[in-house]
Structure formats: C-alpha cells, structure tokens
C-alpha cells in the first residue's frame, strides 16, 4: 500500500491497510482487498506485503519491497537501472571481456577502424579501445563512487547539524558552507589539484571539495521543516540528547532526497571527472580514464571519430542512466512527490 | 504537583503568554480552554521543555525548572500531541517508535515493555511492526499515548488529543484517557478548544484569552453555565447551541 | 450554457455512484453504490474519515485522481452528464455553475496574489470585464460576504488574513460566477468555534438569499443537521440513512444513533462514554 498523495486517496486508502486490526477504529473496512493469487511465488509475496508484520525484518523488507513496486512502474527508471547494471557487470567482468591489455601499445597498427580484432578499433597508440573502456570504466566510475561516498555523509551531517542546531553553529557552518559554493567547480577542483599534483586521488578530493556544499543546503533545509515537525518534538520529549535526535530521527528523514539528489549528480560528478581528465588534470595519461580517453583522442576526431566517440558514448549512456534512475528514485522516495 | 507562576513567552516581538499562573495538584486533571492564539498550547510546551523563551516560575513535583530539561524531567512528564498523523516518526514501526523512549532511559526489558504497554493501550500485537501509515488516525493515537506511558511518567500532558480524530474514535480515546488516568494515579494538563470534552475529563479548567487566564473555574460552574467572564460565557453558549440542536 | 431543467426535476442526480481506487495490493472501494438528489436546498453530507462522503463530492465536480474508476447510473448536475462530460464542459461547471469551498483557506488561497486579485480573476474566467469593473465588482462581493473592511482585505495577501477571513475571501470567490450549487467540504473544520458558527450563518444565508443549492460535507453530525434541511449519513462508502435535519433525534439507524451516543455532552455528566459498536452488517451493500 503505497503512502497517499491527498486527502482523498488517504480516506480512500486508508481502508485496506486497516482490515486484520481491531474494529474499533476502522470505519472504512469496506473495501477489502481481494485475496492474492495462489501460486509458486506468492507465498513470499504475501509475505512482504503482508499489513501485519511479525518481526522487525519483515516490516522493513515489505516497505523496500513496496518502494521497489512502486520503481518497477516506471519504465525509463527501470531502464536506467538496467544500463547501469550491464555497465557494473561489464566492468566488473573486464579481464574475462577485454580482448586485449588496455596497456599494450601496438604501434603498427594505429587509429584502426572498428574490426573483428579490434570491436571498437584501436586509439593512436594502437591500444585497443573496447579493452579500454572496459577498464577505463573501474576508473571513471571509481572516481564517482569515492565522491560520493566522501560527499554525501559529509554534507548530510553538515546540513543537519547546522539546520537542527540553529543560532551560532547554522551560521558558522553556512557561511563555510558558501565560501565553497562561491568557487566555480571546475576552477576550484582545478586549483585543487594544480596544488596537489594531477592523479586519480586529487581529482577525487578536488571534486569532493567542491560537490558537498549542496548537499548541506539540501540536508539544512530539510532539517528545517523536520524540526518543527511532532515526531521530533516527542523525541526531544524522550529526554533523547541533541546528537541522538539528529542522527536517529532527522537525519534519515533527509537521507531520501539526498540519495536522489546524488543519483542526479552522479552525472556531473562525471562529468565533471571526465574534464579534468580532459585537461590533464585527472588520471594520467596510461590510465584508461574516458574523460582521458576523449582528451587524447581529440586530435583526431575528424578523421578517426571513433577513438573519441566511444568513450563519449560511454560518457553519455552513463550520466543519462544515473539521470534516469534518479527521476525513477525520487519518485519512490521523496515523500514530497506523494 | 505542577505550579505555574507569572509565566510569560514572547517570540521576539510576539508577546503569546502574559503572566500565566495555575497550580494542578497530584492525581488531578486540569483543563486549559481557548480558542486558536490563545496561547494554550504554549503553556503546554513550556512545561514540556519545548518552548524555551519563557520567564517566571515552573515547578513539577515541587522542583523549580530551568529551561533545559533534564532525562529525569522526561521521566517524570510526558505528552500527548494533537495530531496523530504528525506524532509518529513516518520511517519507523510502532515497535521502534516504542523502544525509543526505553533506549534513552536505559531500560533493559522492552521485549516485555512493548507487548504490555500495547495491550494497556488496547492495540492487537500485530500492531506492533506495522508503520504509523498502516494504522488508522484511532489507532496512531493509542500509540502515541503508549509512547507517552510506556517509561512510567506521573505527568501527562494532553495537547487537544482527540480533535484530529472522529468522534467515534474520539470517545474511546477520551474512555483511555480515563482509565489510564485512574488506573496510574495520572496527573494531567488538557488543553482543548472542545468545552466538552474538558468537562469530561477535567475537574478544573481556565479559559485563556490572547495570552492570559481570564477566569479559572470548576467542572460543576462549567455545565451550570456559571461562568463570570463574557468570553467563558461566549463559549459555553456556542457549545451548547450546538449540542441543543 | 446547456438547456433549461425541466420543472420538478432536481438540480443534482447521482444514483448508484461507485468510486474505486485501484492500488498495488488490490481495489479499494472508496464509493458503494450513493444515490441522492440534491434540489434548491441544503443538504448535508455526514460520515467519519474515509466514508467516502469528499470522494463523493469530488466526483459531481470531476475532480478525482486520474487512477480512480467512476462509475454511475445517473452522474448529472442541471442537464449535464458528468461521466460523459468534456473537460471543456467540466471547467464550465467547475468555479461556473458549481463553487467548492475547501477545508482550510491557507492551502486553498494562492499565497502570492491578494485576495482581490484571487477574487478578480475568479470573475473575469467567466464573464467579460475591464480591470475597474472587475475590481468594483470584487468590492461588492467581499462586501456580500459580510467583510467590514473590504478595501483592507482586498489588497490583503492570504497570509495577512485570519482564518475567518480567508474562509470569507474563498467564499466571495466561489460566488464571483454566480453559482447554482455550492459543495463545501469540511469548510469550518481549521476554525475556531465563534468564527464556525459565523461563517456557516453566512454561507446559509447567501444560500437562501441567491437560492442555490447547498452540499454541506463534514463530520459533524449536530454542526450540519443544524445548518441542513436534509442530512445524509454515510459509512463505508453507502449512504446508511437519509433524514431530514429535524428529525436527526429521531434516527433510526443504529450508526446515525452510535455517532449522536458517543459525543461527550456539556449539559449532562456522563461518567463513561458510550462508543460505537460497528455492525459488520453496516459494510453489506444496500439496495
């Protein structure tokens, strides 16, 4: 039973979820839900969505299971999703599919076009670029899953505690908070790592640096409206101390937006990953890194197009399947949207 | 048991409580009527701790407070929001919603705890894993007073616990209130815009306007109509214009 | 405008009205099978949350969610089939022939408009008029629905207004085109006890003054049987009983007497209060 969007479906609503409790306080038992189907898998099925758990586990796994119902009906989420696995699988399975060493140069055999040897043709120093992207993939998307795991905590946590706290520390957290939002990203992550030196770790840190300042100004403002809500003042009302309140009972009332919120990112994370390996800044030159890859091979883009295309396309499936997945997440999970 | 001297509340230049005074004794219910900024609520989230810019005097249990609460304070009051779908953390079962409270608190026995108090409150053991959108507005607010009772606490306070509920519904929470009340020698602050309803419940009421008590009187004046302020008189006469219809 | 009624026939008829919601877990059905015609006069709609008494009032302004299943004998406001109708006609019934006053003005109210500007628009959707006339005529009406300051209150945002006054506000708007029906859903419920008794005075009397036809949803059964000529009970999506308001201490049915028994009285002590025993015979369809 999905949550209700208005008043009208909650009266609507309300009904079936109510059928095996008390009658008491259930008005509306009229419409029953009909009986489910009797087969192989429904018995596991009832058992997630079942509207009286017998154990902690239970209720948990039944609600993933009915946001997860709820993400299947939407089918360019479920695309999204579905890019997103193949590319997981493809360059996770990278040593059984590559057909060559990604770091094997072949001098002879130069800008080749795309042939039974080489599916996807060689790049200008010969090396092959199917191999290539495959494990240019560990790369590129290592990079964004660093950042986010750097990102996210971080400007949660910020955002929380400032939002929660209010007075002295929200200032002081947020005016912390601009200063970074006030650089250009690229020009600040360029800085970062012109003073760090180029590599995969500082752009890493780079592009964390500059990433976290919205996700605090998503977490703070959520906050905001959660504070004021009952449920956190019966927390407060527990005797529960500042540091439990945030971390048990706002913080992840926040986490859903967030988690949408970097599902969206994801894409200018890459983005913004593949430009500074582009300029140079990023992983270095042997390392297969797509942003890299396009860089090198911009020099012959007119004559030999698939050297760069192909880790542009690479590029593009990526960022637009995260982009696709987030829309399908914030439909599930962001309680604003019911 | 709760005295309450010169209270005052201004929310920068809102001045919402201008000297607020009353005492309730130990195992009494007191009512607090007004209509919507009268400022009753306020009286109720500053004894609760939730409102801090307050000035005067608040003592539970003969100990003065300040404006913070300690846990022992939380262990001794409790209360009881108005609306129950707003009440109950959106994310978390009745079963964690309940344990909440015993984890802050240091109680070890809140696999007995949870079961007893749900019976106490009359919700099904199958309540107990479902999510607070499983449950009907009745229903929710059964937890919420379990929540509220489940660490002992000899204070309940009750902001309007039943006007966000069907008045079906509404009876059977007010006949708990009851029953809580006698059966744990409860004492209660219920604040209410229903003159009704505080008449069940409470033995004796003051009724506030903009701010401050104009008149304090017994259960027994209250449905005689022997009330002396013309705003006391204004709203025992709108509510029984409508009983008598 | 469509074709003139025919004499003696009532400006709504709805028989045998069903809603249902379909959800992952299965069909919940909201609405059971509701008759009732509704002429010049006032009734009222009672039950408790999820009786389906709004859905109902929804559906005779075609305002359900895109997901609801509507289905009917007879849906018809005037000579108007709403199964049947337009979206171009609905938007004609909807804030033309029929007003709806919403629970709680806050939410109803565009925030960033005032309330002149709110009430200038409703007019100008449905008639022909220059921005002084519009403004004139918005005046009048502020003034219809007793506002004693309408110059203050129509340069007002909704925010700057009380809850009474929006209410008002919304009130003066659902009039701007002249409606033949006005549907108010739960409309003093946000409001405190004085201003309720105010407000629905007001929507009674502007009812009987214009002589247009009145749907009074709510879950107050003595607040509406007050105000109604009839009062209809619903529970679970049926209609348990239909009666005109006068006779209400004389229901008959079983539920109408449960929700009049459990109301805590001010006159009278009661040591414990009576509480509603449900009937599962009450969920049996009726015909």
Same mark, same amino acid.
């Given at each position: 039973?999905?949550?209700?969007?208005?008043?009208?479906?909650?009266?609507?609503?309300?009904?079936?979820?109510?059928?095996?409790?008390?009658?008491?306080?259930?008005?509306?038992?009229?419409?029953?839900?009909?009986?489910?189907?009797?087969?192989?898998?429904?018995?596991?099925?009832?058992?997630?969505?079942?509207?009286?758990?017998?154990?902690?586990?239970?209720?948990?796994?039944?609600?993933?299971?009915?946001?997860?119902?709820?993400?299947?009906?939407?089918?360019?989420?479920?695309?999204?999703?579905?890019?997103?696995?193949?590319?997981?699988?493809?360059?996770?399975?990278?040593?059984?599919?590559?057909?060559?060493?990604?770091?094997?140069?072949?001098?002879?055999?130069?800008?080749?076009?795309?042939?039974?040897?080489?599916?996807?043709?060689?790049?200008?120093?010969?090396?092959?670029?199917?191999?290539?992207?495959?494990?240019?993939?560990?790369?590129?998307?290592?990079?964004?899953?660093?950042?986010?795991?750097?990102?996210?905590?971080?400007?949660?946590?910020?955002?929380?505690?400032?939002?929660?706290?209010?007075?002295?520390?929200?200032?002081?957290?947020?005016?912390?908070?601009?200063?970074?939002?006030?650089?250009?990203?690229?020009?600040?992550?360029?800085?970062?790592?012109?003073?760090?030196?180029?590599?995969?770790?500082?752009?890493?840190?780079?592009?964390?640096?500059?990433?976290?300042?919205?996700?605090?100004?998503?977490?703070?403002?959520?906050?905001?409206?959660?504070?004021?809500?009952?449920?956190?003042?019966?927390?407060?009302?527990?005797?529960?101390?500042?540091?439990?309140?945030?971390?048990?009972?706002?913080?992840?009332?926040?986490?859903?937006?967030?988690?949408?919120?970097?599902?969206?990112?994801?894409?200018?994370?890459?983005?913004?990953?593949?430009?500074?390996?582009?300029?140079?800044?990023?992983?270095?030159?042997?390392?297969?890194?797509?942003?890299?890859?396009?860089?090198?091979?911009?020099?012959?883009?007119?004559?030999?197009?698939?050297?760069?295309?192909?880790?542009?396309?690479?590029?593009?499936?990526?960022?637009?399947?995260?982009?696709?997945?987030?829309?399908?997440?914030?439909?599930?999970?962001?309680?604003?949207?019911? | 048991?709760?005295?309450?001297?010169?209270?005052?509340?201004?929310?920068?230049?809102?001045?919402?409580?201008?000297?607020?005074?009353?005492?309730?004794?130990?195992?009494?219910?007191?009512?607090?009527?007004?209509?919507?900024?009268?400022?009753?609520?306020?009286?109720?989230?500053?004894?609760?701790?939730?409102?801090?810019?307050?000035?005067?005097?608040?003592?539970?249990?003969?100990?003065?407070?300040?404006?913070?609460?300690?846990?022992?304070?939380?262990?001794?009051?409790?209360?009881?929001?108005?609306?129950?779908?707003?009440?109950?953390?959106?994310?978390?079962?009745?079963?964690?919603?309940?344990?909440?409270?015993?984890?802050?608190?240091?109680?070890?026995?809140?696999?007995?705890?949870?079961?007893?108090?749900?019976?106490?409150? %009359?919700?099904? #053991? =199958?309540? @107990?894993?479902?999510? $607070? +959108?499983?449950?009907?507005?009745?229903?929710?607010? *059964?937890?919420?007073?379990?929540?509220?009772?489940?660490?002992?606490?000899?204070?309940?306070?009750?902001?309007?616990?039943?006007?966000?509920?069907?008045?079906?519904?509404?009876?059977?929470?007010?006949?708990?209130?009851?029953?809580?009340?006698?059966?744990?020698?409860?004492?209660?602050?219920?604040?209410?815009?229903?003159?009704?309803?505080?008449?069940?419940?409470?033995?004796?009421?003051?009724?506030?306007?903009?701010?401050?008590?104009?008149?304090?009187?017994?259960? %027994?004046?209250? #449905? =005689?109509? @022997?009330?002396?302020? $013309? +705003?006391?008189?204004?709203?025992?006469?709108?509510? *029984?214009?409508?009983?008598?219809? | 405008?469509?074709?003139?009624?025919?004499?003696?026939?009532?400006?709504?008829?709805?028989?045998?009205?069903?809603?249902?919601?379909?959800?992952?877990?299965?069909?919940?059905?909201?609405?059971?099978?509701?008759?009732?015609?509704?002429?010049?006069?006032?009734?009222?709609?009672?039950?408790?949350?999820?009786?389906?008494?709004?859905?109902?009032?929804?559906?005779?302004?075609?305002?359900?969610?895109?997901?609801?299943?509507?289905?009917?004998?007879?849906?018809?406001?005037?000579?108007?089939?709403?199964?049947?109708?337009?979206?171009?006609?609905?938007?004609?019934?909807?804030?033309?022939?029929?007003?709806?006053?919403?629970?709680?003005?806050?939410?109803?109210?565009?925030?960033?408009?005032?309330?002149?500007?709110?009430?200038?628009?409703?007019?100008?959707?449905?008639?022909?008029?220059?921005?002084?006339?519009?403004?004139?005529?918005?005046?009048?009406?502020?003034?219809?629905?007793?506002?004693?300051?309408?110059?203050?209150?129509?340069?007002?945002?909704?925010?700057?207004?009380?809850?009474?006054?929006?209410?008002?506000?919304?009130?003066?708007?659902?009039?701007?085109?002249?409606?033949?029906?006005?549907?108010?859903?739960?409309?003093?419920?946000?409001?405190?006890?004085?201003?309720?008794?105010?407000?629905?005075?007001?929507?009674?009397?502007?009812?009987?003054?214009?002589?247009?036809?009145?749907?009074?949803?709510?879950?107050?059964?003595?607040?509406?049987?007050?105000?109604?000529?009839?009062?209809?009970?619903?529970?679970?999506?049926?209609?348990?009983?239909?009666?005109?308001?006068?006779?209400?201490?004389?229901?008959?049915?079983?539920?109408?007497?449960?929700?009049?028994?459990?109301?805590?009285?001010?006159?009278?002590?009661?040591?414990?209060?009576?509480?509603?025993?449900?009937?599962?015979?009450?969920?049996?369809?009726?015909?």
């Amino acid at each position: 039973m999905s949550d209700p969007a208005s008043p009208i479906a909650d009266a609507a609503t309300a009904t079936a979820a109510l059928e095996p409790i008390a009658p008491d306080a259930v008005p509306e038992a009229a419409g029953a839900p009909p009986p489910p189907q009797e087969g192989a898998a429904s018995g596991r099925r009832a058992w997630l969505l079942t509207e009286a758990p017998a154990s902690r586990a239970q209720a948990a796994w039944g609600r993933r299971y009915q946001a997860w119902l709820a993400f299947r009906r939407n089918p360019l989420a479920m695309a999204g999703l579905g890019v997103i696995l193949v590319m997981l699988l493809l360059i996770l399975l990278a040593p059984v599919l590559a057909t060559h060493d990604p770091g094997i140069q072949e001098l002879g055999n130069r800008l080749a076009a795309p042939s039974a040897a080489h599916l996807l043709g060689t790049d200008e120093l010969g090396r092959d670029v199917w191999s290539r992207l495959l494990y240019g993939g560990r790369i590129t998307l290592g990079m964004v899953l660093a950042v986010v795991l750097l990102v996210a905590p971080i400007g949660l946590l910020v955002g929380c505690v400032a939002g929660y706290a209010g007075g002295l520390w929200d200032r002081l957290l947020m005016r912390v908070t601009d200063v970074f939002l006030a650089f250009p990203r690229l020009i600040l992550a360029l800085a970062f790592v012109a003073a760090m030196g180029p590599g995969v770790e500082s752009a890493v840190i780079a592009i964390a640096l500059t990433a976290w300042p919205p996700y605090a100004r998503l977490a703070r403002a959520e906050t905001l409206t959660i504070r004021r809500t009952d449920y956190v003042a019966a927390a407060r009302m527990t005797g529960a101390s500042p540091a439990r309140v945030v971390l048990r009972h706002v913080l992840p009332m926040c986490l859903p937006s967030l988690v949408v919120r970097v599902t969206l990112d994801m894409s200018s994370i890459i983005l913004t990953a593949a430009g500074l390996g582009f300029l140079g800044l990023g992983a270095q030159p042997p390392l297969p890194e797509w942003g890299t890859m396009i860089a090198t091979a911009r020099r012959f883009i007119l004559e030999q197009w698939w050297v760069a295309v192909m880790p542009g396309i690479a590029i593009f499936s990526a960022s637009l399947a995260f982009n696709l997945l987030g829309d399908g997440l914030r439909d599930v999970l962001d309680p604003k949207q019911r | 048991m709760i005295d309450i001297g010169n209270l005052d509340v201004r929310f920068g230049a809102n001045h919402v409580l201008r000297g607020v005074s009353f005492r309730v004794a130990p195992g009494e219910t007191f009512g607090l009527v007004g209509e919507s900024g009268s400022g009753k609520s306020t009286v109720l989230r500053a004894v609760a701790g939730l409102v801090t810019e307050w000035t005067g005097r608040i003592a539970v249990d003969g100990k003065p407070l300040g404006q913070k609460r300690d846990r022992a304070f939380y262990r001794l009051v409790q209360m009881v929001f108005q609306d129950p779908y707003g009440s109950l953390h959106p994310r978390q079962t009745v079963d964690r919603i309940l344990s909440e409270p015993l984890a802050v608190h240091g109680f070890t026995d809140a696999d007995a705890r949870i079961p007893r108090a749900l019976e106490e409150v %009359a919700l099904p #053991r =199958a309540a @107990r894993f479902r999510y $607070p +959108h499983q449950l009907s507005g009745g229903q929710r607010q *059964r937890v919420a007073i379990a929540r509220a009772l489940i660490a002992d606490p000899r204070v309940l306070l009750l902001d309007e616990p039943t006007s966000a509920l069907d008045v079906s519904v509404q009876a059977e929470v007010l006949n708990l209130l009851a029953d809580l009340r006698a059966a744990r020698g409860l004492t209660c602050i219920l604040v209410s815009h229903n003159l009704a309803v505080v008449a069940h419940l409470c033995g004796r009421l003051a009724v506030m306007q903009g701010g401050r008590i104009v008149e304090e009187l017994d259960e %027994a004046s209250l #449905r =005689a109509g @022997r009330a002396a302020h $013309p +705003h006391t008189r204004d709203l025992i006469r709108l509510s *029984r214009d409508l009983e008598e219809a | 405008m469509s074709a003139p009624l025919l004499a003696g026939e009532p400006l709504v008829a709805v028989r045998n009205l069903h809603v249902d919601f379909p959800s992952a877990t299965g069909v919940t059905q909201a609405v059971r099978g509701v008759s009732f015609a509704i002429g010049r006069e006032k009734l009222g709609i009672v039950g408790e949350s999820g009786s389906g008494k709004s859905v109902t009032g929804r559906a005779l302004m075609g305002l359900l969610p895109g997901s609801a299943r509507v289905r009917a004998d007879v849906l018809r406001f005037g000579t108007t089939d709403i199964l049947h109708a337009s979206e171009r006609e609905m938007r004609g019934l909807r804030g033309g022939r029929i007003g709806l006053i919403l629970q709680d003005p806050k939410y109803s109210l565009n925030p960033v408009m005032t309330a002149g500007a709110q009430i200038a628009e409703a007019l100008r959707a449905h008639t022909r008029l220059g921005r002084r006339e519009a403004r004139d005529a918005a005046l009048a009406l502020l003034e219809s629905v007793q506002i004693r300051d309408p110059r203050r209150v129509h340069d007002a945002y909704p925010h700057e207004l009380s809850g009474g006054m929006g209410q008002r506000v919304m009130i003066a708007m659902m009039l701007a085109p002249n409606p033949e029906l006005l549907i108010a859903d739960e409309p003093t419920s946000a409001l405190d006890a004085s201003v309720q008794a105010e407000i629905l005075r007001l929507i009674e009397e502007l009812v009987d003054s214009r002589g247009m036809a009145l749907m009074l949803i709510s879950h107050d059964l003595p607040l509406v049987s007050r105000f109604c000529d009839r009062v209809a009970v619903m529970y679970a999506g049926q209609v348990m009983e239909e009666l005109p308001a006068a006779d209400l201490h004389r229901a008959t049915h079983a539920y109408t007497r449960g929700l009049l028994e459990c109301l805590p009285s001010l006159t009278q002590k009661r040591e414990r209060l009576a509480t509603l025993k449900r009937d599962p015979a009450w969920l049996a369809p009726r015909t």
